[in-house]
């Protein structure tokens, strides 16, 4: 499933939630998809991008701030991640079920679980997200 961000010929954004593009693509042409807010079916797809630092880099002079963004970015995710979220290691399907079952207390934590684990923590409930995080020279 992909999200696009829409305008409608009246300036109107708004999300649409798609196969793929050639799905966005094949409804539009057959004016399936509408602004909700005018109803109108002469739609396109916007740019858009994920925002994770909020710098502007429309001035002149960013360019080389501009470049090195990914980088920054994933620089302030693992700071974040280290700063904020307990290590456990690979014992992170333990910790995380007894945490879930309310037998340790609730914690950001982090750590490495196998594929079993992960499979196991889905069927028990347990809400989790895996961020592969690159290791850093500096």
């Known amino acids: 499933m992909i999200i696009f961000d829409l305008k409608c010929e009246n ?8 196969k793929d593009r050639q ?5 539009n042409s057959q004016k399936l998809v509408a602004c909700p807010i005018c109803n109108t079916c ?8 994920v925002t994770i ?20 970015a994933l620089q302030a995710l693992r700071q974040y991640i280290d ?5 456990v ?9 007894k945490i879930h079952f309310g037998e340790e207390e609730k914690r950001n934590i982090k750590g490495t679980t ?18 592969p995080v690159p290791k850093m020279d500096s």
């Open 53 to 72: 630092a909020g710098k502007d880099f429309r001035s002149a002079g960013k360019l080389e701030e501009k470049e090195n963004f990914p980088l920054k």
């Open 89 to 97: 290691g690979n014992q992170f399907a333990e910790v995380a079920l």
């Open 11 to 18: 300036g109107h954004k708004f999300d649409g939630w798609f």
């Open 114 to 131: 196998t594929p079993q684990e992960d499979e196991n923590l889905r069927e028990e409930g347990v809400q989790f997200v895996k961020i």
């Open 83 to 87: 700063k904020n979220f307990e290590d």
């Open 23 to 27: 799905a966005f693509i094949d409804q």
């Open 42 to 49: 002469s739609v396109n797809i916007v740019p858009s991008s």
